[in-house]
């Protein structure tokens, strides 16, 4: 037997920035995602004859690293099912060339979904949400579409994320920037450590979360983009200037993702309707509506020629 999923990436409008538990990948807050319907990963598994495990991307033998974060989530869920069987894992990760946005949203999210059918567990979404957190935190929200909660819970059994609005009906439109493709130096898990350890701003960011998270619920209700847009962008630089402040700091930001991200209060004196929010790497990801697109696409393209731009949509849940 074989079993197939697809997940889609997500980007987080309020960030999940620092672990209370590592290993369970439990967080200090809340946090808050749209699910994209441009990037997704495919997975497909099956049991071997054997103990051991396959692990292949993109039709290619897994990494070394990669290969051991997923026999370790094999583990769990081998455990869990009283198994020793070895499993194959094929997954395929649509993404646009060298993008570097192979996120482990989707690509948990789909393997917790895949294994969830080949193991026939049976299990609820929630119960999905959770499974995919261990794999990695932000695939928890990854199960469901649209707009998403991840409510940080008290334990492994509650700490999963819930839909808002699956099906969003306002016009909201991401333009992806991509400047490098190459994989983060600071892997999230390592940033997150830093950042609670030795950022003296860390103990306000549960504060500045629930504040944030609480105005970004108002504001989707209201279909505000705008609104919706400045927080996420405030929420966004928060998270990064825990970074800068941790001892020693560090950063994901590179020339050009300060370049662009100080050209937004200019485009926006001017009437235009731009946002942005970034993940733990270079990259860009700009919030605006379908009717502006043009507009900043074209801005984008004459400061950036080389970047790589791709339009993101509100995308499903868990197929
Ligand atoms: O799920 P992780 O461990 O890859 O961490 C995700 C961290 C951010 O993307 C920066 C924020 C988020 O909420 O997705």
């Known amino acids: 037997m074989t ?6 990436t997500n980007i987080a409008l309020i960030k999940y920035w620092g672990k209370k538990d590592p290993q369970l990948h439990l967080p200090y807050t809340d946090s808050l995602s749209l699910t994209l319907d441009g990037y997704s990963t495919t997975t497909t598994t099956q049991f071997l004859p054997g103990r051991q495990d396959q692990v292949q991307v993109n039709g290619h033998p897994a990494s ?3 290969f051991q974060r997923v026999v370790n989530f094999l583990d769990l869920v081998r455990q869990v099912n009283h198994s020793q069987k070895g499993i194959l894992v094929q997954t395929t990760n649509q993404v646009p060339t060298a993008a570097g946005l192979a996120s482990s949203a989707s690509g948990f999210a789909a393997l917790a979904g895949s294994l969830n059918r080949l193991f026939q567990m049976n299990l609820t979404p ?3 949400s959770c499974l995919a957190r261990r794999g990695s935190g932000s695939a928890s929200r990854s199960i469901f579409g649209g707009f998403v909660r991840w409510q940080h819970g008290t334990g492994d059994f509650d700490s999963y994320a819930l839909p808002i609005d699956e099906h969003p009906q306002l016009p909201l439109t991401l333009l992806s920037v991509v400047f490098n493709g190459q994989a983060k130096k600071v892997s999230s898990t390592q940033g997150m450590e830093q950042a ?3 950022s003296p701003f860390y103990p306000q960011w549960p504060q500045i979360v629930e504040r944030d998270l609480d105005e970004m ?3 989707i209700q209201k279909q505000d983009i705008a609104e919706i847009g400045q927080l996420a962008e405030s929420n966004c630089l928060a998270m990064h200037a825990l970074n800068w402040t941790a001892r020693p700091f560090f950063t994901y930001f590179t020339a050009e993702t300060w370049q662009l991200i100080n050209l937004l209060p200019i485009w926006r004196q001017r009437g235009v309707l731009v946002y942005a929010t970034v993940d733990a790497g270079p990259n860009v990801k700009l919030i605006t509506n379908q009717e502006t697109l043009p ?3 074209k ?3 004459s400061k950036f020629p080389q970047a790589q731009l791709t339009t993101l949509y509100p995308g499903p849940g868990l197929t």
Not at 3 to 8: M, N, Y
């Open 3 to 8: 079993t197939t999923t697809t997940a889609h």
């Open 64 to 66: 070394p690293a990669f």
């Open 126 to 128: 929630t119960q999905l």
């Open 217 to 219: 619920l108002l504001a």
């Open 196 to 198: 609670v350890q030795t």
């Open 295 to 297: 507009v900043v696409r």
């Open 299 to 301: 801005l984008v393209q």
